[in-house]
Nanobody
């Protein structure tokens, strides 16, 4: 049984930092794509960062330069380091796993924005609240 369990959410002031973790168990195939989504009430889940088995990454414009996604293969843990947090980063954050690696843009070959329908497994989510 594949399980993804997030931790590290909480409340922080504007400009602060948080580190989210996602422990993955029950899945050992390769390649894989590990993804962070976030969701606010009334909106769809938004893919903000991903990392492929080959180490290639994707960041949405909204988090690029502030968030860093990483993977510890030994610990089977996905992380998201979030710096310079803003009020608009307030959301529930989900880690997710896509089999067979991250989707690439046909036109450019770079890693493409992940969408919920691309994903095979989900974590339960962790809340991040940023306040001034």
């Amino acid at each position: 049984q594949v399980r993804l369990v997030e931790s590290g959410g909480g409340s922080v002031e504007t400009g602060g930092s948080l580190r989210l973790s996602c422990v993955i168990s029950g899945y050992t195939d390769s390649p894989t794509c590990l993804v962070w989504f976030r969701q606010v009430p009334g909106k769809n889940r938004d893919g903000i960062a991903s990392i492929d088995t080959d180490g290639g990454t994707y960041y949405s414009d909204s988090v690029k330069g502030r968030f860093t996604v990483s993977e510890d293969n030994v610990k089977a843990t996905l992380s998201l380091e979030m710096n310079d947090l803003k009020s608009e980063d307030t959301a529930t954050y989900y880690c997710a796993l896509r089999r067979w690696g991250c989707v690439r843009s046909v036109r450019t070959g770079t890693y493409a924005k992940p969408y919920p329908e691309d994903v095979d497994y989900w974590g339960q989510g962790t809340q991040v609240t940023v306040s001034s």
